[in-house]
Nanobody, 118 residues
């Protein structure tokens, strides 16, 4: 059974940085696409960034040049480095495992709250 456990969320001032981590177990991590999604209150869940096992990436336009997704296949972990954070980045961030770079897979983590104060 696949388990995804996020960590690293918190409260930060605008302009600050946070690094999210997602540890995976129960599957062949390196062959799956790993993604970060977020959901703000009253809004739909949206893709933030995704990365293939080979390192190909896809970023949502609002986060390009500010966020960086990476993975360590030896540690079964995917990261999201978030810089220059804005209040509109406030959301619950979810880790996802699937097969496609542009759409979510069936496995989700429990989510971690990121709050950016102005």
């Amino acid at each position: 059974q696949v388990q995804l456990v996020e960590s690293g969320g918190g409260l930060v001032q605008a302009g600050g940085s946070l690094r999210l981590s997602c540890a995976a177990s129960g599957s062949i991590f390196s062959s799956n696409v790993m993604g970060w999604y977020r959901q703000a209150p009253g809004k739909q869940r949206e893709l933030v960034a995704a990365i293939t096992g080979e390192g190909n990436t896809n970023y949502a336009d609002p986060v390009k040049s500010r966020f960086t997704i990476s993975r360590d296949n030896a540690k079964n972990t995917v990261y999201l480095q978030m810089n220059s954070l804005k209040p509109e980045d406030t959301a619950v961030y979810y880790c996802n495992m699937g097969l496609l770079l542009y759409s979510s897979g069936r496995y989700w983590g429990q989510g971690t709250q990121v709050t950016v104060s102005s």
